[in-house]
């Protein structure tokens, strides 16, 4: 056929057909579906020792008393416990600046809390006797100026600080001073604010005095809740749980106020003790469950009142809130690819659930990390995850483009890493973030395995 006729007809049939390209297709170059590994991970029965939570031990020390023992604090991590409560008596400084050694013995519990792995909630008093007197306004504003270096410099291990100051143990009771008036509480809680770091929640005896403190009544949400402003610093310590109908005058109004804590406490945390009931019984373990489930109890004290926790221990729940105060966060299943090109990018899927009582409230550095097969050589790459955001009880979709930039062609295991925001702690495997599955934590690195390999070509 003349070569004419062939463009000629060639030319009306891309005219009929509208299916002319001015390139063509090699069928093996064709793009194939790309695999995806479907993972099912499985929920660990362990106590899992984590950061910030759990149940606590407590030690008050007198006027320039003795430190924290390390032996002591050391032997805490075969109780999986990573917290302590610790109260200052300043009994001996209710009309005069605070010590040398005063200070000094603050700044040697914290460099011995460091050195342990672990983080402490703090409460400054004048007294443990509610016939004694505590400190007038101003010498409270002193006291709290001259620990304020010591709080910057230890931000990164204290937990939660609770209010303390006011009144006989610091429980706002009691006073000697007039301070449990309106104003001198308001005063106590924007000192307080003002000389702690911003990421540093405080915690108040009652709901109603942060109600009455900021003038409002409604929970707040999650606007406001993930902030630094003041009224999204203050969160609960309830220190008679359990131990009547309003736990021995915590409630005013029961159901209006715990519903309100129960919302406010997705973002700031509550925690206590127990003491001993009056006027109902020692509480089982389906209503403590409930209650701490209800109010999302993050740390509870060890040491106090012990005949309450004997009935859990005895009635086999103990270990179950063990498990389950403050958060208890586990990988529940991932669709991953299993092929990545050089310095392309690669979508981590995965859904985390809360199983705990609570959420996590500081925020934390979250990466996914590549481990090359070959060389064992380890890629950090950041996370926009807010892991506070992870609430008890629900799915938690972690859908994120991650960039693979610098990381060379190999095979690589991935994992999750969830460590803490302070850059002295973050390359501490006691700071970091366990997640409750079998056979997926390494504890020498701090790295949730995502049992998956990564091919990039």
Known sequence: MNINIRILLLTLTCLVYSSCSSSTTNPEEEVVDEKINKISYTASSEVISNPERGFMHSWSVS???????????ESLKSENVTLILRLYNLASFKNSDLS?????????DFERLRAAGLKCVLRFAYNENQNDSDAPLSIING????????????????????????????????TTNNLTTLANKKAVVTKLLEVLPKEIKIQLRTPLYKQEIFDYSTAINSS??????DIARVGFHNDCFLASTDDYGTYQNVTIEKSYISNEAFFVPTGGE??????????????AETEMALLKWTYLNLDYYGPVLNVW?????????????????????????????????????????????????????????????STGVLYKKSLS????????????????????????????ELFLKIEDQSEDLAGRVEYSIQLA????????????SLSHLLSIN
Do not use: M
């Open 63 to 73: 006027s320039e008393g003795a430190p924290l023992n390390s032996v002591t604090l």
């Open 100 to 108: 040398t050694a005063q200070l000094d013995l603050i700044k040697t």
């Open 143 to 174: 006291h709290l100026d001259q620990l304020k270096p010591i709080f910057t410099d230890n931000a990164d291990v204290i937990a939660f600080v609770q209010a303390g100051f006011i009144g006989s143990w610091g429980e706002w009771y009691y």
């Open 224 to 229: 406001v809740g993930y902030g630094t402003t």
């Open 274 to 287: 127990t003491c001993p009931p009056s006027g109902v019984p020692t509480a089982s373990c389906n209503t």
């Open 313 to 373: 221990r005895n009635n086999s729940c103990f270990t179950d809130f063990q498990k389950k105060l403050g958060y208890r966060l586990l990988l529940k299943s991932a669709a991953l690819k299993e092929e990545a090109i050089v310095d392309g990018s690669f979508q981590l899927n995965t859904i985390l659930r809360n199983d705990g009582f609570a959420p996590v409230y500081k925020i934390k550095n979250t990466f996914l990390v590549l481990k090359s097969v």
């Open 385 to 412: 995850l807010d892991i506070r955001k992870v609430i008890p009880n629900n799915n938690y979709e972690l859908d994120e483009i991650v960039s693979l930039e610098g990381i060379p062609v190999g095979n690589y």
């Open 437 to 448: 599955n079998t056979n997926t934590w390494d504890s020498s690195t701090g790295l949730n």
